[in-house]
């Protein structure tokens, strides 16, 4: 409706998640590079957080856009699922045959012999499992077993989940600490700055054909306190703006036109419901410490991961080492059969030349006495057979 009157090729503002508009403030760019480091690296497990409307799901969709051909992927949407449903749902999204009512067991079977498979095949495997936050603790503890899932030196199947705040706040739960420790690499998607939605509502009009000055600077600020930096709320809030000011024929828009915008949505689907960590830091004073803050929280995120890959690298040492023990034993233990095979070989020799002399023996007490006795007359007898023994 509005594009014509703002030189637009397409909507700038869309709701739905578009790659092709993907904007990479400081975050998503630490965000997008974690997510490749995790791929190009192979690690086994992945988590990626943040708010409600934060570009999650845009960021793992311009992901996939840059995967390359010998990875093959299956993505889950639906996770409103019970722990004997996930296994099959993994099967289907790739798409790996299966009868109906097929056993858990059996159906792990053919998700590991597809695994193999494509191992054998130097193709990589990846699972990505969106909207995380809803699984529940017996589902997640499903996806951990997956992790199991391994060769002695790599990862069959590497898996990304992606989740609202109250994915960190789950896993925390004493009972998921097995499920934590897997997770290698991890990211929390925070809000933009005042600057990266200024940056961000630019490129967004640019991207569409517009001109990038088309907001105010007030206009802009007045979009940044209503939607607290994230993307889905800016998008609605400017999406309706242009509305607004196409009815009005403007050719910009002012903060009177965001706050008209504000006002008549009665802040629905405006003001978006941050974690209770973001809440409690509005009371924090803008002097830097907010900053610092996540400086720190940051700093603490890669302290983590170095944590987790070091427990890795230990871990794999000891697969090493218990790997080189058990070659070397079972090298003694062929040796020591061969030398025992010796041994029992020479050991019937021995017994037969004792029951060899036994015999002899007998014949010699048994031997007429104008015969003679003695070992002359053996001699005489079973001569070749003494010098033998």
Do not use: W
Not at 206 to 225: C, D, I, N, Q, S
């Amino acid at each position: 409706m509005y594009k014509a009157h703002f030189g637009f090729n397409e909507k700038p503002f869309n709701l739905v998640p578009n790659p092709s508009f993907l904007f990479l403030s400081s975050k998503h760019a630490n965000a997008l590079t974690t997510l490749e480091y995790a791929l190009t690296e192979k690690v086994g497990f992945v988590m990626l957080t943040g708010e409600i409307g934060s570009g999650k799901t845009t960021l793992i969709r311009h992901l996939l856009n840059q995967i390359e051909s010998d990875m093959d992927v299956a993505v889950i949407f639906n996770t409103n699922i019970l722990s004997n449903d996930l296994i099959n749902l993994i099967l289907t999204e790739f798409e790996i045959d299966y009868n109906d009512g097929i056993s858990k067991a059996k159906a792990l079977e053919a998700l590991y012999e597809f695994l193999i498979q494509q191992y054998s095949r130097n193709r990589n495997v990846l699972l990505i499992i969106d909207e995380a936050q809803n699984l529940s603790e017996e589902v997640l503890e499903e996806i951990r077993m997956l992790s199991n899932l391994q060769t002695d030196d790599e990862m069959l199947l590497q898996i990304i989940i992606v989740g609202q705040p109250e994915l960190r706040n789950k896993i925390k739960d004493p009972r998921l600490e097995q499920f934590a420790q897997r997770i290698a690499v991890n990211f929390h998607l925070s809000a933009m700055t005042l600057e990266e939605t200024q940056e961000y509502i630019a490129h967004r009009i640019e991207k569409a054909g517009g001109e990038p000055g088309l907001f105010t600077m007030e206009a802009v600020e007045r979009v940044y306190e209503a939607s607290r930096g994230i993307p889905r709320a800016i998008n609605l809030l400017c999406d309706v703006a242009l509305v607004y000011g196409y009815a009005d024929e403007n050719q910009n828009i002012g903060v009177e036109i965001i706050e008209q915008v504000i006002v008549d949505k009665g802040e629905m689907g405006v003001s978006t419901q941050v974690s209770e960590q973001s809440v409690q830091r509005e009371g924090i004073p803008d002097n830097g410490l907010l900053e610092r803050i996540e400086h720190i929280e940051n700093n603490f995120t890669q302290l983590k991961t170095y944590y987790h890959n070091y427990i890795d690298e230990i871990e794999s040492r000891a697969r090493f080492c218990r790997d080189e023990m058990v070659n070397t034993l079972k090298k003694d233990l062929a040796l020591e059969r061969k030398k025992n095979q010796a041994l029992a070989v020479e050991y019937g020799k021995i017994k037969e030349r004792y029951k060899l002399l036994k015999r002899i023996r007998q014949k010699q007490s048994s031997a007429p006495a104008e015969e003679g006795t003695g070992h002359d007359s053996l001699k005489k007898r079973y001569g070749y057979l003494l010098d033998y023994i």
